[in-house]
């Protein structure tokens, strides 16, 4: 069974502050995804990183893909309120289905 | 542009009850899927479907059944429910290539068993 850790499961800064959650695992993914879910809401897409090493930007958050296909991360610059929520890695390996990890929960508070 | 659908939003049942959540999406999508969010449990997944007319085992499917009615539909049906049944639950789909396509999520169904 594939798993997907991360870490850390709650973070609560102050707006302006940067942070870095991180999706680790001991399997090699083909592809990972990032979702962000906020209360009452299903998870949606952020970004799919797909090669090795590859760094995706997206506004104020940049992803990472591990060398080696095993860890993926999120660094969020500046941290608004609007980027409150739950934040989750998903991983494609094969011809079986997303495993996701458990979460980030982060709080921006004003 | 409605995406996925779940009904109902909210639901109480008492143990031993049955209840069939309803799940519909319009992108055309081949594969689609039924989790549930637990607290610090992160979502597991239940039944999916690659394919209609067919189905699949996911984590946690004991319990429940599933039907895929159509390409757009994908019902998830608790017999006789109990109360670690209750959960948030949530539909996707995804699009051709399914399995590493992105998922698009409902809304979810939050289901308290009494």
């Known amino acids: 069974t594939q798993l997907l850790e991360q870490s850390p499961q709650f973070l609560s800064i102050q707006e302006g502050e940067n942070l870095t959650v991180y999706c680790n695992s001991s399997s090699v993914f083909s592809s990972l995804q990032w979702y962000r879910q906020e209360p009452g809401e299903g998870p949606v897409l952020l970004v799919t990183?797909?090669?090795?090493?590859e760094v995706k930007k997206l506004k104020r958050l940049t992803f990472q893909f591990g060398d080696a296909r095993k860890d993926s991360s999120l660094h969020i610059t500046a941290a608004q309120p609007g980027d409150t929520g739950l934040y989750l890695c998903?991983?494609?390996?094969?011809?079986?289905?997303?495993?996701f990890g458990k979460g980030t929960r982060l709080s921006v508070i004003a | 542009n409605a995406g996925v659908t779940q009904t109902p939003k909210f639901q109480v049942l008492k143990t031993g009850q049955s209840m069939t959540l309803q799940c519909a999406q319009d992108m055309n999508h081949n594969s689609m899927y039924w989790y549930r969010q637990d607290p610090g449990m992160g979502l597991r997944l239940i039944y999916y479907?690659?394919?209609?007319?067919?189905?699949d085992k996911g984590e946690v499917p004991n319990g429940y059944n599933v039907s895929r009615l159509n390409k757009r539909e994908f019902s998830l049906r608790l017999e006789s429910a109990a109360p670690s049944q209750t959960s948030v639950y949530f539909c996707?789909?995804?699009?051709?290539?399914?399995?590493?396509?992105?998922?698009?999520f409902g809304d979810g169904t939050r289901l308290s068993i009494l």
């Open positions: 998903a991983g494609h390996s094969g011809n079986t289905p997303l495993v």
């Open positions: 990183v797909v090669t090795g090493g």
């Open positions: 479907s690659a394919s209609e007319g067919t189905t």
């Open positions: 996707a789909s995804s699009g051709r290539g399914h399995f590493n396509q992105p998922q698009h």
